[in-house]
């Protein structure tokens, strides 16, 4: 009998541990978006590996909220896979298209503990990525390079609107 409980215990003890070791590098952040009446919460992956897996970005209505009451009404919500463990989510200014923007940094899990950003612009009902750099140098400006980011975007989709008014024109 006490071999019995001894393989049983010890196999709830194999069964747990992976589940308990994942849950070591979790993320889990609220940010505050006063001016949109927001409130987002960043949470890693349940129980995928620390570097790799995928990342939730989920958006909260405070407009009618009491105090402490902040998660209650569910606006929206986006998945992102990650290549590394998330570092922090916050807000921040890169300009007049994400004027306060969430980011999310990840850095990697390899040897040259590289950066990611993501970053994302919420309306009241939808988020949005208008932004993402990868494989940045471990003492980056991640903020420059999402602004760089943001405006060969915004270049590219100006030089797409430019082309397909030309060929409508050559027709």
């Known amino acids: 009998m006490k071999d019995r409980m001894r393989a049983l215990l010890a196999t709830a003890a194999l ?24 409130t987002a919460v960043v949470s890693s992956g349940a129980l995928e590996p620390c570097s790799t897996g995928s990342y939730a970005v989920r958006v909260y209505s405070t407009a009618p909220a009491a105090p402490g009451f902040d998660t209650d009404d569910y606006v929206a919500g986006v998945l992102h896979p990650r290549d590394g463990t998330i570092a922090d989510a916050f807000t921040a200014d890169l300009g007049a298209r994400a004027p306060q923007a969430l980011v999310v940094t990840t850095r990697s899990a390899g ?34 390079a999402l602004r760089q980011a943001l405006g060969k975007r915004r270049a590219d989709a100006c030089q797409c609107a430019r082309s397909s008014s030309r060929a409508a024109r050559k027709r």
Request: charged share 15%; glycine share 4%; net charge neutral.
């Open 15 to 38: 069964v747990a541990a992976p589940a308990h070791a994942a849950d070591d590098c979790s993320f889990v952040k609220k940010v505050a978006l006063p001016s949109r009446q927001q």
């Open 111 to 144: 040897s040259g503990s590289y950066v990611g950003a993501q970053a994302y612009v919420t309306t009241p009902r939808a988020v949005r990525l208008v932004a993402s750099v990868d494989a940045l140098a471990p003492d980056a400006d991640v903020l420059a």
